[in-house]
């Protein structure tokens, strides 16, 4: 991309030079370049121009289709800031829309989610759609010139589901969702992810720049110090990273022997899940599906995180856990230990922004435990138009 092209983003004053240098260290090959600089995890204006570039670009898994169940059900979500509502119309099926009135803005559903809806009324001058989007009523515009119903129906958002989770993007000409989910499609298909149901849902707020949430999920640097009791079920050293052409970045890493799941004492007395190989049942797998998600998948549950920034300095983070709809056990050994984990990884975020702020960092330097968060990094910078086409 030419420099012309690339977005006008706010540098610090009179170091245009020094911001295009930082830039460049980080597009070098992984062991010699060097990490972001400090500076991009607290600019108002490139978290700006980040929800309009890729969060407003981009496939986001919001849950699954079976928390819209049945006609007049829906949910509502914020996706990049923009409000979005998901309704199941009469015929059953599942449509997204923008939570917006086309009359004068108005967010048009407040409630998170419901059932028996069988139209849309704007709360404020109570403009009425259908559940497929179309404007059916609008009181006192007869008259207004140039006013027809058929041109102000609601903003359609584009919709897919992929083996139950449910994905919504607010670009206006999306590439089809396998595109976005690429490799791990192939990786995930022993998982029986259509036959899953949600055992647990925890929401965090973390005082950090959504950027570290998602580099953090990348490595495993930091778990000895972080996480002494992850590593004693999964070594830190242990597993590869397969993916890491972006969207989709990460790997597996193995469970010590006699461990058969992710949980503090590695055991579970739920069922593993069946079509698992024997290098399958060793493993747990992690991807980051950037820049909105990040799936795990154990032997007998899976986790999908939802990262919303929520502005530069905060980060909203939904975390489902998810086993199979027949598993009478509600996996809270397993939520337990991911509630430690996690809290323990946001803390770490929490300090690593405190850091990042500070007129004592600059940039640094990447670890040979964080390859991918070096091919996380320059995939950023390539979808924020710095660089160009990331290179292996």
């Known amino acids: 991309m030419s420099s012309a092209a690339r977005p006008s983003v706010p540098r610090p004053p009179g170091k245009d030079r020094l911001v295009s240098s930082a830039f460049g260290a980080v597009d070098r090959p992984y062991k010699e370049a060097s990490t972001l600089p400090g500076w991009m995890f607290s600019d108002p204006a490139l978290y700006a121009e980040e929800l309009r570039r890729m969060f407003h670009r981009t496939w986001t898994c919001i849950g699954r289709d079976d928390e819209v169940a049945g006609p007049g059900g829906f949910r509502t979500v914020d996706v990049g800031g923009s ?18 009135c086309r009359h004068r803005g108005t967010r048009l559903v407040e409630e998170n989610a419901g059932m028996g809806l069988s139209n849309i009324q704007c709360p404020y001058h109570a403009w009425t759609y259908d559940l497929t989007g179309q404007l059916r009523g609008a009181p006192h515009m007869t008259g207004v010139a140039n006013f027809d119903k058929r041109d102000y129906g609601l903003h359609p958002v584009a919709l897919e589901t992929w083996r139950g989770f449910l994905w919504v993007n607010l670009d206006p000409n999306p590439a089809p969702l396998s595109e976005h989910l690429g490799a791990l499609v192939e990786r995930a298909r022993p998982f029986p992810l259509e036959r899953l149901r949600l055992a647990h849902r925890v929401v965090y707020e973390i005082a950090a720049n959504w950027k570290l949430v998602v580099e ?13 009791q992850l590593v004693k079920i999964t070594p830190y050293t242990s597993g590869e990273e397969d993916i890491h052409r972006g969207p989709i970045f990460g790997g597996w890493m193995d469970m010590v022997d006699g461990a058969e799941t992710l949980t ?3 055991k579970s007395d739920r069922k593993r899940f069946p079509a698992l190989s024997a290098e399958d049942l060793r493993r747990v797998y992690y991807y980051v599906l950037f820049p909105a998600n990040f799936i795990a998948l154990s032997t007998d549950y899976v986790t999908m995180d939802w990262f919303q920034p929520l502005g530069p300095d905060r980060t909203r983070l939904v975390f489902d856990m998810y086993v199979d709809r ?19 990884d946001w803390h770490i975020c929490e300090m690593a ?10 940039q640094g330097r990447y670890s040979n435990q964080e390859d991918t968060v070096h091919a996380v990094d320059r ?10 086409e990331p290179h292996e």
């Open 353 to 362: 922004h405190l850091g990042s702020k500070t007129i004592g960092y600059d």
């Open 83 to 100: 409000g979005v509502l998901v309704v199941r119309d009469k015929d059953g099926v599942l449509r997204a829309f923008h939570n917006v």
């Open 216 to 228: 953090n999920a990348n490595e495993c640097y930091h778990c000895p110090g972080v996480h002494p």
């Open 264 to 266: 503090a004492t590695g």
């Open 326 to 344: 027949d598993e009478p056990d509600p996996a809270t050994d397993a939520m337990d230990f991911w509630e430690q984990t996690n809290r323990q």
């Open 379 to 388: 995939y950023y910078l390539h979808r924020m138009g710095f660089v160009g």
